[in-house]
């Protein structure tokens, strides 16, 4: 009676270490990417001033702008495949995806713009137009792989060479020029305007119309293409977190079956993940429009390996049913560092790649790790 | 009814073997050309003008194929399927890689059709005394030549002095890297007073092109001028520096003056333009097939066609806004 007491207590005492234990080791792999992100800004911080010999430092309200509008389009283009890869799926239309909606917003706002709408309404028009255009391929895409039940990696994979062939055909392979001057502003303009030094000061909303110095001084604080990406990740953010359109997509990237016989109208909701991938693929090849005044049928390629190591980065496991939007925002935010850090830095480019490699392997360790530790937990 | 199938038979034997020995005896001199350029894109749609101006100058027929993306891959089918034409007497092309290119091409010869290469060549472009000899001829600007000439358009417009940095697009593609090697050779030895701080690859992506030169200027504030090595970088760069409320100040090139390069010229966002001429390659292609047919020998082996360089002063004037690649219709 005595020893079985005796047993009882020692086991009790062991689970709860474990218990412990195993919380440490998720809270870690949890955090893990914050605690990078963290240590790579200090290590930019000391390291930048001792490179150039004080002549530069890497923390300026310049640099956080400008990393945050680097990572806009990379960010974007990684949020609705968060969603599919959290249900246990891949687009890999995203990057041709973009330059569809480049082609199609430059088009459309240059078209209307020239019948004679004023530029706000051209703007939206081409808004509105992206997000319709992109949701369609997006559905298309998400019927095929939902309905047909062809692999997703497949049906993407082609839709891009389709997606990537209709961007060629809109634009003669030529860059869709010839946009509203004034668009330049959309994409380029602040919220906020910080002039530094002597006659400075804060402006809001409107350029301040300054010249030299001051002109030079002037930091745009969040950018309109950052509002609209901050934006977009709140709503996505407050979708996968508080709805149940988010827990139905977990449930789906989870276990299949079970989110079938819980009554999930799985189909559908494929469907409208493949759609949110396409339009958030879309407000990026928009922002670029507004950003560079041209759309192109090539701009949103090269981006999609980096979007998709930032949504690893971040977290989400490749095999689904894991992973947040907050997670793929460090991750991309961890590749914007590392890029505008080592230029700061000036070392030579190709380190560039290597380290954003080695960052994306080591995330998938860590992912792995963290899983493996967990079942060895719970199989003991 | 036999009877009449022979009669058919002979009668077509008799047409289509007789035609080609009525046509050649007629047109003694005037060749059949093929021209296969390396993608569609504004250069090439150029040099076909030149192409179709010279060939209707001279009379002669020639037939156009234009690959939709570049690659050897790509280029090298629709080049079997000229070959298996069997009227061509003559190839002006770009090849799509200087060494993947030169079998398909021995192909051509052997097949009888004469070679002749334009914008782009086959082994190092010396086909004298180069590992690859079978063309006729190199028409084109080279590369090393464009960022010769792109740094010493930059030197001046920044007062030859001053921190110049280069954005290109991929390590290892020939263009590009030949710019930026014709770039650094002139600022090392004609510009003591001009320091090139480095370069980055945006791997064709504009906005990396913006947050590699944003971060450049963060380090070098003082930061005089960038070398774009295509038009996209010089778009990404440009965007970065007049996002910095340095347009104007610091000069931006650009190379290759396609409409869009034109379009950011006039707004600010790039300084110089850099118009290489596709127009003369293929107008002169065409001239050298025929020439060669009439049995020209002393054809030169290589061509520059050599560059036009264009600022916000001078794209107005006539004589230079003529080498911007416009086509007609886009």
Same mark, same amino acid.
């Given at each position: ?6 047993q ?10 474990r ?15 914050? @605690?990078?992100?963290?240590?790579l800004?200090v290590?930019?911080?000391?390291? @930048? ?26 960010l ?6 968060? =969603? ?23 088009? &459309?706002?240059?078209e209307? =713009? ?12 081409? /808004?509105?137009?992206?997000v319709?255009g992109? #949701?369609?391929?997006? =559905? ?10 062809v692999?997703?990696?497949?049906v ?13 055909l809109?634009?003669d ?9 004034g ?7 602040a ?11 804060v ?13 030079r001084n ?8 950052? @509002? ?5 990740v709140?709503?996505a ?7 149940? /359109?988010g ?5 789906? *990237? ?23 991938s396409?339009?958030t693929?879309?407000?990026? #090849? ?28 971040? #977290?989400?496991s ?18 914007a ?6 230029? %700061?830095?000036?070392?030579?480019p190709?380190?560039?790649?290597i380290?954003? *490699? ?10 792995q790790?963290r ?6 937990f719970?199989?003991? | ?7 058919v ?5 008799? @047409? =289509?073997g ?18 296969l ?9 150029? %040099? ?11 009379? &002669? ?26 009227d ?11 060494d993947?290119m ?18 782009t /060549? ?5 086909y004298v ?8 001829s190199?028409?084109?600007?080279d590369?090393v030549?464009?960022?010769r ?7 001046e ?37 001009i320091?090139v ?11 990396? $092109? ?14 005089a ?8 970088s010089?778009? *990404?760069?440009?965007?970065?520096v ?14 290759d ?6 379009? %950011? ?16 390659m ?10 060669? $047919? $009439?049995g020209v ?5 290589r ?8 600022t ?11 080498f ?7």
């Amino acid at each position: 009676m005595a020893l079985g007491k005796q047993q009882a207590i020692e086991v009790g005492t062991t689970t709860s270490q474990r218990e412990r234990r195993k919380q440490l080791v998720l809270l870690l792999s949890r955090v893990w990417a914050w @605690v990078f992100l963290g240590i790579l800004i200090v290590f930019f911080i000391v390291s @930048v001033p001792i490179v150039s010999e004080g002549s530069v430092t890497f923390l300026t309200v310049r640099n956080s702008q400008n990393i945050l509008v680097a990572i806009t389009p990379v960010l974007l283009l990684g949020l609705g495949q968060t =969603f599919v890869i959290i249900a246990g799926g891949i687009d890999l239309s995203v990057g041709w995806m973009m330059s569809l909606a480049s082609v199609i917003s430059a088009l &459309v706002i240059r078209e209307t =713009f020239n019948v004679g709408q004023p530029l706000l309404a051209a703007v939206i028009i081409g /808004f509105v137009a992206t997000v319709v255009g992109t #949701g369609f391929v997006g =559905f298309l895409n998400g019927t095929i792989i939902a309905r047909l039940k062809v692999p997703a990696f497949i049906v993407t994979l082609g839709s891009s060479f389709i997606v990537r062939g209709v961007a060629f055909l809109l634009t003669d392979n030529t860059t869709v020029i010839g946009l509203p001057p004034g668009l330049r502003d959309y994409g380029n303009n602040a919220l906020i305007y910080l002039i530094r030094g002597e006659g400075g000061g804060v402006y809001f909303l409107n350029s301040p119309d300054v010249t030299g110095d001051l002109l030079r001084n002037m930091d745009r604080v969040l950018p309109y293409p950052v @509002v609209l990406t901050v934006i977009v990740v709140a709503i996505a953010m407050f979708l996968l977190k508080k709805t149940q /359109f988010g827990r139905h997509t977990y449930a789906i *990237g989870g276990n299949l079956e079970a989110a079938l016989r819980a009554g999930i109208p799985v189909d559908r909701h494929i469907i409208s993940l493949y759609m949110l991938s396409a339009v958030t693929a879309g407000i990026a #090849g928009f922002l670029s429009t507004l950003r560079f005044t041209a759309g192109s049928a090539v701009i949103g390629d090269p981006l999609l390996l980096s979007s998709i190591a930032a949504v690893i980065i971040g #977290g989400v496991s490749l095999f689904g049913g894991a992973g947040s939007v907050m997670g793929t925002v460090i991750g991309a935010l961890l590749i914007a560092v590392l890029t505008t850090g080592l230029v %700061m830095l000036n070392v030579l480019p190709f380190w560039q790649f290597i380290v954003v *490699g080695v960052v994306v392997i080591l995330a998938v360790l860590i992912d792995q790790a963290r899983d493996l530790i967990i079942g060895r937990f719970e199989s003991e | 009814m036999s009877r009449k199938l022979l009669l058919v038979v002979v009668s077509l034997v008799l @047409v =289509f073997g007789l035609l080609p020995v009525v046509s050649t005896g007629a047109q003694n001199d005037l060749p059949k050309i093929g021209f296969l350029p390396g993608v569609v894109d504004p250069f090439y749609q150029v %040099m076909q003008l030149g192409v179709e101006a010279s060939a209707a100058a001279l009379g &002669v027929e020639v037939v156009t194929q234009i690959p939709p993306t570049w690659g050897v891959e790509v280029q090298t089918p629709i080049l079997d399927a000229m070959i298996a034409r069997g009227d061509l007497d003559y190839l002006i092309i770009a090849p799509t890689d200087k060494d993947q290119m030169i079998g398909p091409l021995e192909t051509a010869l052997a097949a009888g059709i004469k070679v002749i290469t334009v914008d782009t /060549f086959l082994g190092d472009g010396d086909y004298v005394n180069g590992p690859v000899t079978f063309p006729i001829s190199y028409i084109g600007s080279d590369n090393v030549e464009g960022g010769r000439i792109s740094a010493r358009g930059l030197a001046e417009a920044i007062g030859g002095e001053g921190k110049v940095y280069i954005n290109s697009t991929n390590p290892n593609v020939s263009s590009v890297e030949g710019r930026a090697i014709g770039f650094n050779e002139v600022m090392a030895n004609e510009y003591p007073d001009i320091e090139v701080i480095g370069l980055d690859f945006n791997l064709d992506s504009m906005d990396t $092109a913006t947050q590699q030169t944003a971060a450049v200027l963060q380090r070098e504030p003082d930061l005089a001028g960038v070398f774009g090595t295509n038009v996209f970088s010089a778009q *990404g760069a440009g965007t970065a520096v007049v996002n910095a409320g340095l347009g104007g100040e610091v000069q931006v090139v650009a190379y290759d003056a396609t409409q869009f390069a034109i379009e %950011m010229l006039r707004a600010g966002t790039v300084s110089l333009v850099l118009a290489q001429k596709p127009f003369d390659m293929g107008y002169l292609a065409v001239q050298f097939a025929v020439a060669d $047919a $009439a049995g020209v020998t002393s054809l030169p082996k290589r061509v520059q066609t050599g560059f036009a360089i264009i600022t916000i002063d001078n794209v107005d004037d006539p004589e230079i806004a003529r080498f911007i690649y416009q086509v007609p219709g886009s």
